[in-house]
């Protein structure tokens, strides 16, 4: 793998708040697919309209809850690669908030304290009428469609994930524009950045001053107005930049 780029370094060394805006990418080397990445990607597999809108729970809720426990059962089944432990360790040089679109809590389980999901987490359930929270075990449902549970109102209990066509919650999004709002520097990590209001983020550190760098081994469409890029999977890029962070760092 390429080294830190030197621009990169003198970055992070130079910022007092960091912001680490992460997306599927982030995840994937724990063995968490992506969404759009080709073949693997989620969406590449499934069809979205049928799995991640309010439409498809109202249509087929068994089918839309049966995808979800699977998910929420393969989470289980995973750990925070070097990636998620670095941007933990991070935190003990610097100010960092991670502000994450993943529904998984591998931010969490690596150590880091201060996150924000945009998209909520998998590991939340609620009632999807009266929506009030409402603990359910993961469990693997090996079977194509599984009934929800019911909630004491009637409702059914859905995943606390945030679906096409539905509002982010308020208050995470205020944090994370707080947040872009007063960094120095995002690192932006494993996003494709197309998914709004989210991939808008970069934009409000940027206006603000703050320096913008892409870490992900591919080109995306925050590529061109990004300050600094490097092209490097997260599990390998951050450690590295750790590392020589650590070794330098006053
Ligand atoms: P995408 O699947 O759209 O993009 C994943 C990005 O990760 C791509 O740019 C890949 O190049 C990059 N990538 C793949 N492997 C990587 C690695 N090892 N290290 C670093 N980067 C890597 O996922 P998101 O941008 O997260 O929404 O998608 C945004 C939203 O769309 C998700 O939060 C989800 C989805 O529908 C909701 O759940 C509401």
Redesign the pocket.
């Known amino acids: 793998m390429s080294s830190v780029p030197a621009d990169l370094l003198a970055a992070v060394r130079a910022a007092e708040r960091i912001v680490v805006f992460t997306?599927?990418?982030?995840s994937?080397?724990s063995g968490l697919p992506?969404?759009?990445?080709e073949e693997t990607?989620l969406?590449s597999r499934y069809d979205?309209s049928r799995l991640?809108t309010p439409e498809a729970w109202d249509a087929d809720p068994a089918l839309v809850w049966a995808w979800y426990q699977r998910r929420r059962f393969q989470l289980a089944a995973v750990e925070p690669n070097p990636g998620h432990r670095a941007i933990a360790a991070l935190g003990r040089h610097r100010r960092v908030d991670v502000v994450t679109?993943?529904?998984d809590d591998l931010h969490e389980r690596g150590g880091s304290e201060r996150v924000v999901h945009l998209?909520g987490r998998l590991a939340e359930t609620f009632c999807d009428t009266c929506r009030l929270p409402y603990p359910v075990p993961a469990v693997d449902p090996q079977t194509e469609h599984l009934e929800p549970e019911r909630c004491v109102c009637g409702g059914r209990i859905r995943p606390g994930?945030?679906?096409?066509g539905e509002h982010l919650p308020a208050d995470e999004f205020a944090r994370a524009v707080d947040h872009a709002e007063n960094c120095d520097l995002m690192l932006v990590?494993?996003?494709?950045?197309?998914?709004y209001p989210?991939a808008g983020l970069p934009q409000v550190a940027r206006e603000h001053g703050a320096t913008v760098a892409e870490?992900?081994?591919?080109r995306?469409d925050l590529s061109e107005a990004a300050d600094l890029v490097w092209r490097a999977?997260?599990?390998t890029a951050l450690p590295a930049l750790l590392e020589v962070l650590s070794g330098t760092a006053s």
């Open positions: 997306g599927a990418g982030m994937a080397e992506t969404f759009r990445d990607g969406w979205v991640a679109q993943n529904v998209h994930v945030v679906w096409f990590v494993g996003t494709s950045g197309i998914v989210a870490i992900n081994p591919n995306t999977p997260a599990s």
